[in-house]
């Protein structure tokens, strides 16, 4: 897991010094609720600022890709705590295929909490999303729509990972007096 303070860490230069590190990306090519149970918080705080490789599909509909953070609650179950729909008016082009999109409302996650993403169909979205192919963390998925809540197990694929950054703003000191 990660969490560092990475407030203007992250940039379209910072991005491209690192492009080589990137190889056989492709776009995302099901419609899927994906979990990467790998990619979890280390820290409280909440995300201001997503980077993401995608490709503007011009002659597509406008079906909502989301950025998502998840909450185990046992082994087997998970409940969304927050996301971001990411439409093509919201982003900005910063590189080819590469965009920012700044959150109208900040992401909060606790320490523990997962990393997920939905992905439309692509024939279905105007931003079809890239993964990174066989280099990451095992990811798993359940076909289909968007979901808020995950129990049961779910679909393993390969170690593909979507090639999304988030940059983060740190709690130092974080109180949820909110019983679970």
Partial sequence: GYCVNSTNSINASFIGENALRIHRSIMFQYQ??????????LCNGSVTKWIFGAENQTNNQNALAEFQIWRPQSSSSYNKVTFSSVTLNDVTLIGTNLYEFIPQTPLQFQE????????????????VFYEQVE??????????????????????????????????????????????
């Fill in 135 to 180: 280099s990451g963390p095992l990811n798993r998925f359940r076909a289909g729509g968007a979901l808020l809540t995950i129990t049961g197990s779910l679909d393993f694929d390969s170690n593909n990972y979507p090639l999304v950054a988030a940059e983060i703003s740190k709690y130092e000191h974080y109180h949820n007096n909110n019983a679970l």
């Fill in 112 to 127: 523990g909490d997962i990393f997920g993403v939905y992905i439309p169909s692509p024939g279905s979205s105007r931003l």
């Fill in 32 to 41: 899927r609720q994906y979990l990467y149970l790998d990619m979890f918080f």
